[in-house]
């Protein structure tokens, strides 16, 4: 990210060469508001929202966009190659509350990209959540990334009293932590997508560095059955993983998605379980993270990254969260130790 020389608020999208009252009024209606949300926009969606064309939705974009950048907010469109290293030195990384897991991402979750953890149900998805919500309120220097988090439920799987318990655990106050955690809850496909059109504003709104999306293929799964739905479904998911792809990268945020898994019963040799949502989910995260269960603890594989090493980690779940497996927790002690003291 740019410099900012001119502050965000101060933009308005009556700024942008080419829009006039009417066409910002429309586009407020349609749920953008800002600037960074026009630039966030799918020129087919505004199109939509515009009754335009996509051609004219795809300029008004592109012009939102100019306007970031001439305001120092984005990158300019080229940069050399040691300028991009240099800036990515800079990236902010939020600890997993595992160190053997936060070497494994070679610092942790970065800013600017989709993190995408996917196994069977019970490999630490949610716990991995959970944590994370905890872990990115923690300043800069101590590994988080000094914000707040919103945190998308799809499967009714949140529980603020596991925040609350890993917030005790790593010595930090349980209340602070659960002001900061932002919970929506989708209920349908439409509604999640809804939900992430317009997460611009919510970013904004609950000072967000973090979010994160339990699970991204839940609903969509749910509701399009059998193969006569699944051309709609994927265009429907890939349009949600476009505009997150955006958001990460213009809101400098980072972004976790979990996902289910299904059973290829065609595999003869190896591990038959395989992401659901297809090459729209994979090719759209940045880094993709398999979890499954090894006994009382998991293991962390890394299946994709433009840089990252091939390898895996095992982590355990308990009072703290996601945690080393050597790592000493607090044990509770009996009534009989208490009455000893």
């Known amino acids: 990210m740019a410099n900012t020389s001119r502050n965000v608020a ?27 949300e026009l630039a966030t926009a799918i020129p087919e969606e505004l199109a939509t929202d515009l009754g335009g064309s996509k051609e004219t939705a795809a300029t008004f974009i592109m012009a939102a966009q100019k306007l970031l950048r001439e305001s120092g907010i984005l990158d300019n469109e080229f940069t050399t190659a040691d300028v991009e290293l240099e800036k990515r030195k800079s990236l902010l990384r939020c ?32 716990q991995i959540c959970h944590t994370l919500c905890v872990t990115a309120q923690l300043p800069v220097e101590q590994g988080g990334l000094g914000g707040g988090a919103i945190l998308i439920d799809t499967e009714g799987t949140f529980r603020p009293e596991r925040v609350d318990q890993i917030a005790r655990a790593r010595g930090l106050d349980p209340s602070e932590i659960l002001k900061k955690v932002a919970i929506c809850k989708a209920y349908n496909s439409s509604h999640l997508e809804l939900i992430v059109k317009s ?15 339990d699970s991204i ?5 749910a509701e399009f059955a059998g193969r006569g739905t699944l051309a709609d479904r994927q265009q429907r998911l890939n349009s949600i993983m476009h505009k997150l792809v955006k958001i990460a990268e ?40 398999y979890l499954r269960k090894a006994g009382n603890d998991r293991i962390a594989k ?31 002690r009996t009534a009989r130790e208490k009455e000893d003291d």
């Open 199 to 213: 997460m611009g504003k919510y970013i904004e709104d609950f000072k967000a560095k973090m979010i994160i999306i």
């Open 250 to 289: 213009i809101y400098n945020v980072a972004i976790i998605v979990t996902n289910q898994v299904q059973s290829t019963p065609d595999t003869f040799f190896g591990d038959p379980t395989k992401p659901a949502g297809g090459n729209v989910i994979g090719h759209a995260s940045t880094y993709r993270i």
């Open 10 to 36: 101060e933009l308005e999208i009556g700024d942008i060469e080419g829009i006039g009252p009417t066409t910002a009024r429309k586009m407020k209606e349609a749920g953008i508001s800002s600037v960074m």
């Open 302 to 332: 890394i299946i994709d990254s433009p840089y990252h090493p091939y390898s895996d980690v095992r982590f355990t779940v308990n009072e703290k969260g996601i945690d080393d497996i050597d790592s000493e927790v607090p044990k509770k």
């Open 217 to 221: 293929i839940s609903l969509h799964r």
């Open 95 to 126: 600890s997993t509350g595992a160190k053997s897991l936060d070497e494994l991402l070679l610092g942790g979750i970065e800013t600017q990209a989709i993190t995408e953890f996917y196994g069977e149900f019970g490999s630490g998805k949610s």
